[in-house]
């Protein structure tokens, strides 16, 4: 068995086709918005997360238009695709259409596909956010993996007293992380995302098991030993 799938996401931003292709395109771009370090180099994007580091091969560059590239078929019929389109509208915005396709092989693919799913849905949403907020700059990521969570419920309700809040944060909450006021721009199943004036804060459920901080700074590192956080 096993699931073929595409996921299409779109917005229209205010920030230049230039903008967004440098964004999508080049490391430290894609760095402040996606996940961990990345690398656009010899044809291919490599990011690394932890101890999962894929590459995928580009097939496409069209600059100020298209972006895409994805792995190779496996065996198994296993493969993800990334697809970037950018169209130029009157006023000063731009459409972004981000296409995620693939095949995930085996009977179990739902959990993973949910997972995955969830994950696109934070990251497109960070790229929105970064495109809107802080156009033309770029961040440092920083990724640090918190304890085993033995129950999610409790690990949410444990957040949000964190960021200040008396129930699990909803999109709009308006929160204090590392010194600053932020709003949650983004909120699902698996994750929580805040925005400050300096930073992209994001917490995510980890498909095994721990909470992760996956976040992104525009300036220097406000110092919080972000292990010790995630162990509270």
Known sequence: ?????????????????????????????????????????????????????????ITGADPGARFAHGTETAPDGRFVA?????????????????VTSGFLPGDD????????SAGLELFFATLVEYLTHFPGRTATPLTVFGPPVPG????????AKKLG???????????????????????????????????????????HGPMIASHHLFTEDPGIDWKSWLDQ
């Not at 990334?82 to 130029?88: G, K, Q, V």
């Not at 999610?152 to 957040?159: G, K, P, T, Y």
């Not at 204090?176 to 929580?192: K, M």
């Open 1 to 57: 068995m096993g699931h073929e799938f595409e996921i299409e996401q779109r917005a229209e931003v205010p920030a230049t086709p230039e903008e967004i292709w440098a964004a999508i395109s080049t490391g430290p771009g894609i760095d402040s918005w996606f996940m961990g370090r990345n690398e656009v180099a010899d044809g291919a994007v490599t990011t690394v997360f932890g101890d999962y580091s894929p590459t995928t091969r």
């Open 82 to 98: 990334y697809e970037f389109l950018i169209e130029a509208r009157s006023g000063g915005t731009t459409v972004l259409r981000a």
């Open 109 to 116: 693919w739902q959990d993973e596909f949910e997972a995955m």
């Open 152 to 159: 999610w419920e409790q690990a949410w309700h444990d957040l």
């Open 165 to 207: 809040l008396p129930r699990p944060a909803r999109k709009g909450d308006r929160v204090r992380l590392a010194g600053e006021d932020g709003v949650v721009y983004f909120v699902n199943s698996q994750n929580v995302a805040v925005r400050t004036p300096t930073a992209l804060y994001r917490f995510i459920r980890g498909f």
